[in-house]
C-alpha cells in the first residue's frame, strides 16, 4: 500500500495532467474577441467547417472570414492595408513573394490539390468527353468554358500553366494561344466564382481545383500527373511553365513558375488577434481536426512539410513542420 503522501503527490499529478489535456481539447477560454481570415475561394468550404468545429472549443471567438483570389487577398494587405490575423492562399508562393518579409515572416504548408476539367450533365459533349478528348471538346466553336483571372487568382495562372505543359504533352501546337484567346468573357476573378457559370449553364465546362468539384458533386475529367500539378514528382517538368502576372505594385510585373500545387497560411507580423490566430492555426494543423476536414473535401495534408524561417515560426506550431 503506497503511503499517504505519495498517494497524494500521484493523485495531484493525475489531476493536473487531466486538466491540462481537457483544456487542450476544449479549447481556451482565455481566447477570445475577433479573428479575421483571408483566404483562398477554394478554401471556403473547409474553412467554414473548420471554423464551425473551432469555434464549439472556443466561442468566445468570433471569426470573420473573407474569401477572394489568394493574389487579391495578399493585395487587400499590401496595397489596402486592411487588417488581418491569418492568410491562407491556394498557392504557397504568394505569400513567400507578396507577404514575406515585409507583412508576415514565416509560412506553412499545410494541404495539396491538382486541376481538372469540371462540367456538368448539362455541359455539351459531356457523354463524349475523355481524358484523352478533352482538348478538342473545349475548342469547339459551340462550346463554352471559363477559368479564372491569373492576375488574381492562382486557379487562374495555373490553368495558363496547365495548359502550356498540356501543349507539350499532347504535341498540339498552338493549342495555349487558341485557348487563351477562346471565351475570354468567362474569366472570374476567382475559381469559386466560376461554380455559377456551370450552374446556370453559361458555360460547359470551367478549369477548377479537383477539391471544388468533389466539394460541389460535380462532374470531372482527371487529368496526367505531367500536367495537373499534383504530383512532386514531377516538379522539374512543371518549372518550365511560366506565367507572368501583375505584381504588389502598379505596373509592376512577376513571374509565376510552375510547381506542385501547395496551400499555405501566415500570420500576419501585426495580426490584431494573435492568441486566436495561433491557436487556430493550430487546430487546422492537427490531423484528427483541421486537417482531416481538410481531406474529406478533396485537399489531402502534406503536415509536415519544410519550413523556411523556422525559427520565427511561433513555438506552438513547430511541431507541424520540419527545419
Not at 495531484?12 to 474577441?33: D, P, T, V, W, Y
Not at 505569400?95 to 504548408?109: S, T
Not at 465546362?205 to 460541389?216: D, K, P, T
Not at 487529368?223 to 512532386?232: C, E, G, H, R, V
Request: charged share 20%.
Amino acid at each position: 500500500m503506497l503511503p499517504r503522501l505519495a498517494s497524494f503527490k500521484i493523485l495531484s499529478i493525475s489531476f493536473i495532467l487531466i486538466a491540462h489535456f481537457s483544456g487542450f481539447s476544449q479549447g481556451n477560454k482565455q481566447i477570445k474577441g475577433d479573428l479575421i481570415i483571408f483566404h483562398a475561394g477554394s478554401l471556403s468550404v473547409p474553412f467554414k467547417e473548420i471554423a464551425a468545429e473551432f469555434k464549439k472549443l472556443n466561442p468566445e471567438v468570433n471569426i470573420l472570414m473573407e474569401s477572394a483570389g489568394s493574389v487579391a487577398s495578399a493585395r487587400k494587405i499590401t496595397d489596402l492595408d486592411k487588417p488581418c490575423d491569418i492568410m491562407a492562399s491556394a498557392d504557397y508562393s504568394v505569400i513567400d513573394k507578396m507577404l514575406i518579409p515585409k507583412f508576415a515572416d514565416w509560412n506553412i504548408k499545410f494541404a495539396s490539390n491538382e486541376l481538372c476539367v469540371v462540367y456538368s450533365e448539362k455541359s455539351r459533349y459531356a457523354n463524349q468527353i475523355t481524358a484523352k478528348n478533352w482538348t478538342e471538346m473545349l475548342l469547339k466553336p459551340d462550346v463554352a468554358y471559363g477559368r479564372s483571372d491569373p492576375n488574381s487568382d492562382p486557379c487562374g495562372y495555373r490553368t495558363e500553366m496547365m495548359l502550356q505543359l498540356a501543349e507539350k504533352q499532347y504535341k498540339k501546337p498552338a493549342l495555349y494561344s487558341k485557348f487563351s484567346t477562346k471565351d475570354r468573357q468567362y474569366m472570374r476573378p476567382k475559381e469559386t466564382d466560376l461554380l455559377a457559370l456551370i450552374e446556370t449553364n453559361s458555360v460547359d465546362y470551367i478549369f477548377l481545383y479537383r477539391s471544388v468539384a468533389v466539394q460541389h458533386n460535380l462532374k470531372y475529367i482527371i487529368l496526367p500527373d505531367a500536367i495537373n500539378l499534383k504530383n512532386p514528382s514531377f516538379a522539374s517538368q512543371y518549372a518550365i511553365a511560366k506565367v507572368s502576372i501583375n505584381g504588389s505594385k502598379p505596373g509592376e510585373k512577376q513571374i509565376m513558375t510552375g510547381e506542385p500545387m501547395i496551400y499555405s497560411f501566415t500570420i500576419l507580423r501585426n495580426a490584431p488577434n494573435k492568441a486566436a490566430a495561433i491557436a487556430f492555426a493550430g487546430f487546422l494543423l492537427q490531423k484528427e481536426n483541421g486537417q482531416s476536414i481538410m481531406a474529406r473535401n478533396g485537399q489531402p495534408s502534406v503536415v509536415p512539410m519544410k519550413a523556411d524561417n523556422f525559427d520565427k515560426i511561433p513555438s506552438q506550431l513547430k511541431t507541424y513542420v520540419k527545419r
